[in-house]
């Protein structure tokens, strides 16, 4: 019948061909074989509005691209490799970290307090004369020497300074004082000079002190 098609009540006979043109021939337009689904190429850019799903791989590329910013409690960054630059204040939390040594020539660093230095030492049944506690003094911001004669007999105390640590370069800084047995006394250098000493003197009797050094830097 020449109506047979717009007829037929067969669903499976109903077939449609649908060409399209590529320049002036016409093409069968192509479809999925498994879905029965429509395959098509764009070329250039696409403005698709609601739901498009595509098979495949699907390259997007995309300018002033704008996300939220990055957060430190859900997200990371690694950088593998390469130079990162980067504008305004980065906040660094380490562990363990290593650092080189310091070095004056390079480095410096502020203390938020003072340090506290100290020595002593003490003679027990000594006659005669002698030095102790020699120290460099150039630096520091107050110091002090501390004797208490533990002995019954009289000593002689006194102050040296000198620019080195030569013994023939001190001289004496203020006078010797008497200090009788049982008896404590503080010295404080009057003269700047970059070492002082404590000079005794027994007299001749056998003497029993202890001396100590304070220092602030």
Known sequence: MPNNIVFNPVAEQLKTLVHGMQGTIPTPLLLDSTTGKLLSTVDGSVTVAGTVTAQGTLTV???????????????????????????GTVTVTASSLDIRPLTASTDSFTLGSRTFLEDSTNIAGVTGTGVVLMENTCNKSMYSYYITNTGTNTISIKLQISPTTTDTYFVDDINSISLAGG?????????FMQYTRLYYDTGGAA?????YYNAQV
């Open 61 to 87: 590329t995309a300018s002033n691209f704008d996300i939220r910013p990055l957060s430190g409690t859900t997200d990371s960054v690694t950088i593998s490799s390469g130079t990162v630059t980067v504008a």
């Open 183 to 191: 008896s404590i006394t503080v010295l404080t250098a009057v003269k």
């Open 207 to 211: 003497a029993t002190a202890e001396f």
